[in-house]
């Protein structure tokens, strides 16, 4: 008896790409490759998508809402404080649910070589931090030093990332209100 056809869900395409975004570069998420990474063919990747445009928008759109949309919602959320403001924008980082650090350190890799990409990551740089700047406000830190604490707060973060440290999540978790009361400089 012929062996069943093997078919993939959109969703499937995506999670492949994204793999190969996160260990390989954008430069290898082709429709090829991936074809032979899945065992399925083109024909495959055609019923789910256009092009290769539209799977790397679908990328874009999962890294939004993964990564850019736990940040967005913060906005819709009263704090009694800024240390509770402080511990959410951070929180989001730390839990890493639905955040994903390795897809955003590829999207950093992709904008650049590609100005859209470089944009966007520049929006959200700049939103993200705006997030910490309002925090530090609340605490009662002056515009200027709540603008330095933020930059220290998220290029240290972004560092975490960035040089692949691996540390268990207990010990992180652990280690949080350590980390809190040295970046807002107040017991936390």
Same mark, same amino acid.
């Given at each position: 008896?012929?062996?069943?056809?093997?078919?993939?869900?959109?969703?499937?395409?995506?999670? =492949?790409? #994204?793999?190969?975004?996160?260990?390989?570069?954008? /430069?290898?998420?082709?429709? !090829?490759?991936?074809?032979?990474? *899945?065992?399925?063919?083109?024909?495959?990747?055609?019923?789910?998508?256009?092009? &290769?445009?539209?799977?790397?928008?679908?990328?874009?759109?999962?890294?939004?809402?993964?990564?850019?949309?736990?940040?967005?919602?913060? &906005?819709?959320?009263?704090?009694?404080?800024?240390? /509770?403001?402080?511990? @959410?924008?951070? %929180?989001?980082? #730390?839990?890493?649910?639905?955040?994903?650090?390795? *897809? !955003?350190?590829?999207?950093?890799?992709? @904008?650049?070589?590609?100005?859209?990409?470089? /944009?966007?990551?520049?929006?959200? !740089?700049?939103?993200?931090?705006?997030?910490?700047?309002? @925090?530090? +406000?609340? +605490?009662?830190?002056? @515009?200027?030093?709540? &603008?330095?604490?933020?930059?220290?707060?998220?290029?240290?973060? #972004?560092? $975490? $990332?960035?040089?692949?440290?691996?540390?268990?999540? /207990?010990?992180?978790?652990?280690?949080?209100?350590?980390?809190?009361?040295?970046?807002? %400089?107040? =017991?936390?």
């Amino acid at each position: 008896m012929p062996e069943a056809r093997k078919t993939l869900s959109r969703e499937a395409w995506i999670a =492949a790409a #994204i793999g190969v975004l996160e260990k390989k570069g954008i /430069a290898n998420v082709k429709v !090829d490759r991936l074809s032979r990474q *899945l065992k399925v063919t083109r024909g495959s990747f055609y019923f789910h998508f256009r092009n &290769l445009k539209d799977l790397l928008d679908s990328l874009r759109e999962e890294w939004r809402q993964r990564n850019c949309r736990p940040f967005q919602d913060l &906005l819709h959320v009263e704090f009694s404080d800024g240390l /509770a403001r402080f511990d @959410a924008v951070t %929180g989001v980082w #730390i839990r890493e649910d639905p955040f994903s650090p390795r *897809l !955003d350190l590829a999207i950093r890799d992709w @904008a650049r070589s590609s100005a859209a990409i470089a /944009a966007e990551v520049t929006r959200q !740089d700049d939103f993200r931090m705006s997030l910490l700047v309002d @925090a530090f +406000m609340a +605490m009662g830190y002056d @515009a200027d030093e709540s &603008l330095i604490r933020a930059r220290i707060t998220y290029f240290q973060q #972004i560092g $975490y $990332y960035a040089t692949y440290f691996k540390e268990p999540p /207990a010990e992180r978790k652990r280690f949080r209100p350590l980390y809190t009361r040295i970046l807002v %400089g107040k =017991a936390g």
